[in-house]
């Protein structure tokens, strides 16, 4: 089978759409052709793919990459078995092709619920944009193959589709979390949290206690995190391939998810506490449903209030002078993790299903 993958949106490191359905789709055996942004965000196609440059839709630019996404979609429309896009911009790029092979889109979020959180997007336009985000949901239904990532997304459509949720590689082994040094991986955004990060950051810095962030930020958190670092406050990677970020959270005291009180985060699951837990590390995280539900049901970790940068220093404290509590939590979230977030328990299902669609047969 040979899989046409698109995103004009995403970094092309992107773990669901690359390290994880990408890579199961190659360890099926199947080719894959990965087109993505790949010389604007600086990214080499990996060596597994057949990689194709596309613009980047960013802010109020996304006309360009539709169309060039469009351009391409007609030219391989032949050559491949079926499509899989991952923006919701996409929809635009393969709508109205004619002998267009099977196009599956993979709802990653609640598209109409991520409107408040686009600070390009102008307050007055928002409640036509919800409305048409909807009605493009409800057209996409109708006409294509849709995968959710999240069970909650489910109530917005007619018709049950698969759940392909956001979970991660959870590795054999994992190195039991330290006492000196928080991280944060994702990202980096005034709604996920940079102000209260940065705040921790000051407050732990007496106990010696570093904090490590690991994500892209947006363009209006980029300055204080810029002078957060230049003033020794705390150490920011920018963006990393998801299978060397994973890494950096070997051994860390705990992991972080601040999210603030949005529409679109109330029902979904952070990945970022999936990850943690993958990597034995407490998870500390403010009180949004879906985390709170992970946390408290494997007792993995720390809630603390919305915006309040004290308690998350206050928890981190508490984690580091309990050794006990603190492996403790660390290995209850990653046998949970092991044996109900582990990505190959949902990767041959995912691609199952793609097969099907395209009809191809072993």
């Known amino acids: 089978m040979h899989v046409l993958v698109m995103t004009v949106v995403h970094n092309p490191e992107d773990a669901r759409i690359l390290h ?18 790949y010389t604007a965000h600086g990214v080499v196609p990996r060596p597994w793919v057949t990689g194709v440059d596309l613009p980047r ?25 079926i499509a899989l896009i991952h923006d919701p911009e996409l929809l635009f790029a393969v709508w109205g092709v004619r002998g267009r092979p099977p196009v599956v889109w993979d709802v990653h979020e609640d598209t109409p619920a991520t409107l408040s959180l686009k600070p390009w997007l102008p307050s007055l336009l928002r409640p036509p944009a919800r409305f048409l985000a909807r009605l493009l949901e409800s057209t996409a239904e109708r006409h294509l193959h849709l995968l959710l990532a999240e069970t909650a997304y489910a109530g917005r459509f007619k018709h049950s589709h698969l759940i392909v949720p956001n979970e991660t590689w959870v590795p054999d082994t994992v190195t039991p979390p330290g006492d000196d040094r928080v991280v944060y991986l994702g990202w980096l955004s005034r709604a996920r949290g940079v102000a209260e ?31 957060a670092v230049t003033e020794g406050l705390l150490e920011w990677r920018d963006f990393m391939p998801n299978d060397e970020a ?12 601040l999210l603030r009180d949005e529409p679109n985060y109330r029902h979904s699951m952070p ?10 590390i407490p998870v500390i995280t403010t009180p949004s449903p879906r985390a709170v539900e992970l946390v408290e049901r494997y007792d993995s970790g720390v809630v603390v209030p919305w915006e309040d940068p004290k308690a998350v220093a206050k ?15 660390g290995a209850r979230g990653y046998a949970a993790a092991r044996a109900n977030h582990h990505w190959p328990n949902s990767a041959k299902r995912f691609v199952a299903q793609l097969e099907a669609w395209a009809g191809v047969t072993r």
């Open 246 to 257: 994973l890494k950096r959270l070997d051994g860390a005291l705990a992991g972080l998810s």
């Open 20 to 37: 994880r359905q990408i890579r199961a789709l190659v360890d099926a055996g199947h080719e894959v052709t990965y087109a993505a942004s």
């Open 197 to 227: 990060a940065i705040e921790v950051a000051k407050l732990l810095q007496p106990y010696r206690v570093a904090v490590e962030l690991i994500g892209y930020a947006d363009p209006q958190s980029r300055p204080a995190l810029d002078e």
């Open 57 to 81: 839709a960013a802010q109020r630019k996304r006309i360009a990459a539709v169309w060039a996404a469009r351009r391409l979609f007609k030219r391989m429309r032949d050559k491949v078995d």
């Open 271 to 280: 990945t970022k506490i999936v990850e943690y837990m993958a990597h034995g």
């Open 315 to 329: 928890a981190v404290l508490t984690l580091r002078d309990d050794v006990a509590e603190r492996r403790a939590q």
